[in-house]
């Protein structure tokens, strides 16, 4: 079965969902809310979450959440295992509540932390319970428009700092903000998310992308989302970039492509081996050498530099958006 690809680094920015199994109701009563919401306390002190929004629908949740010691996994683990063992006890009820793993997206905050802010808030208004987030009690909204104090475990610096950080006139203006959302037909920030797991530029996906997916062991036959992010140019393509950097005619030619199409195409040893007219082993055991050279050879490496620079140019436009 596949799984989404989950990706924990220092200070990453989620929205994270997570539904009742079988879509079914995860919150019966205030109390149950309540409940819910100390946990999401309990995770800010105990693992150093920062929580920038959530809103908490009948059968699922939203959260907009931050994580300085980049533990997601420790976090959601926490909040949807205590949430469930509280549920179960309370309503006399055995096994999951939640429909299998949380789903995680990561966002360039900058460029889409406000968006998704008015996204969340607007659920309930979606949903037809409410004809304006004010009156809806179990999301942040209420934070945000200064109606309430906002609690110890919440913040809303970042996001109220596109208004003009707090004060009367930033709260008017994010209430102005979310509420065009309700008279006009905005599009859903999620349908620009990409390979189901990036919501940002491809400046931000090529930043996660080179420091925290390069070099890491991901099984990719079962993770989707890899394939489609870390799918690399085909052969053909690397072809033309060595060739316009170092030239086809010279004695290393076929190694540099032999070793660019094993370290970025993404493609498995026999298709590669395939493509040069060699077997897969033959392939890993040149690139292995090959690598012992750029090592050694100064010049060889920014020759590499600039080869990598190229085939950053042919992969970024390979990415597209994917519906949510």
Same mark, same amino acid.
């Given at each position: 079965m596949s799984r989404p690809l989950r990706i924990?680094?220092?200070?990453?920015?989620?929205?994270?969902?997570?539904?009742?199994?079988?879509?079914?109701?995860?919150?019966?009563?205030?109390?149950?809310?309540?409940?819910?919401?100390?946990?999401?306390?309990?995770?800010?002190?105990?693992?150093?979450?920062?929580?920038?929004g959530y809103c908490l629908m009948d059968n699922h949740y939203h959260l907009l959440i931050e994580t300085p010691r980049g533990n997601l996994s420790q976090i959601l683990h926490h909040i949807n295992g205590a949430y469930t063992t509280y549920f179960n006890i309370r309503h006399g009820r055995s096994g999951h509540l939640f429909q299998g793993r949380f789903k995680a997206?990561?966002?360039?905050?900058?460029? !889409?932390? &406000?968006?998704?802010?008015?996204?969340? @808030?607007?659920?309930?208004v979606r949903a037809g319970l409410v004809k304006?987030?004010?009156?809806?009690r179990w999301s942040s909204y209420c934070y945000y428009i200064g109606r309430e104090r906002e609690p110890q475990w919440l913040t809303t610096v970042f996001i109220l700092g596109h208004f003009g950080g707090h004060g009367r006139t930033t709260y008017r203006k994010y209430r102005e903000f979310v509420e065009e959302g309700i008279s006009k037909a905005l599009e859903n920030p999620l349908r620009k998310v990409v390979a189901s797991t990036f919501l940002g530029g491809e400046g931000f996906i090529w930043r996660i992308r080179q420091e925290h997916l390069e070099g890491r062991?991901?099984?990719?036959?079962?993770?989707?989302?890899?394939?489609?992010?870390?799918?690399?140019?085909?052969?053909?393509?690397?072809?033309?970039?060595?060739?316009?950097?170092?030239?086809?005619?010279?004695?290393? !030619?076929? &190694?540099?492509?032999?070793?660019?199409? @094993?370290?970025?195409?993404?493609r498995r040893l026999e298709e590669i081996g395939a493509h040069f007219g060699m077997k897969g082993a033959a392939v890993s055991q040149m690139s292995r050498r090959f690598r012992k050279v750029l090592e050694k050879d100064e010049k060889m490496g920014r020759l590499l530099d600039r080869i990598k620079k190229e085939l950053l140019i042919v992969e970024t436009l390979m990415l597209c958006p994917i519906d949510y």
């Amino acid at each position: 079965m596949s799984r989404p690809l989950r990706i924990e680094f220092p200070d990453a920015f989620y929205h994270v969902t997570s539904r009742g199994n079988e879509r079914k109701t995860i919150f019966r009563s205030q109390r149950d809310r309540e409940r819910f919401l100390s946990y999401l306390e309990s995770v800010h002190h105990r693992y150093g979450a920062i929580l920038h929004g959530y809103c908490l629908m009948d059968n699922h949740y939203h959260l907009l959440i931050e994580t300085p010691r980049g533990n997601l996994s420790q976090i959601l683990h926490h909040i949807n295992g205590a949430y469930t063992t509280y549920f179960n006890i309370r309503h006399g009820r055995s096994g999951h509540l939640f429909q299998g793993r949380f789903k995680a997206i990561l966002v360039d905050k900058e460029s !889409y932390g &406000k968006e998704l802010s008015r996204y969340i @808030h607007l659920n309930p208004v979606r949903a037809g319970l409410v004809k304006n987030p004010s009156e809806y009690r179990w999301s942040s909204y209420c934070y945000y428009i200064g109606r309430e104090r906002e609690p110890q475990w919440l913040t809303t610096v970042f996001i109220l700092g596109h208004f003009g950080g707090h004060g009367r006139t930033t709260y008017r203006k994010y209430r102005e903000f979310v509420e065009e959302g309700i008279s006009k037909a905005l599009e859903n920030p999620l349908r620009k998310v990409v390979a189901s797991t990036f919501l940002g530029g491809e400046g931000f996906i090529w930043r996660i992308r080179q420091e925290h997916l390069e070099g890491r062991r991901i099984d990719r036959r079962n993770v989707p989302s890899v394939r489609k992010v870390l799918r690399g140019p085909t052969p053909v393509e690397i072809e033309v970039v060595v060739a316009k950097v170092v030239g086809k005619n010279t004695v290393l !030619y076929r &190694k540099w492509c032999i070793y660019l199409s @094993h370290q970025w195409s993404g493609r498995r040893l026999e298709e590669i081996g395939a493509h040069f007219g060699m077997k897969g082993a033959a392939v890993s055991q040149m690139s292995r050498r090959f690598r012992k050279v750029l090592e050694k050879d100064e010049k060889m490496g920014r020759l590499l530099d600039r080869i990598k620079k190229e085939l950053l140019i042919v992969e970024t436009l390979m990415l597209c958006p994917i519906d949510y």
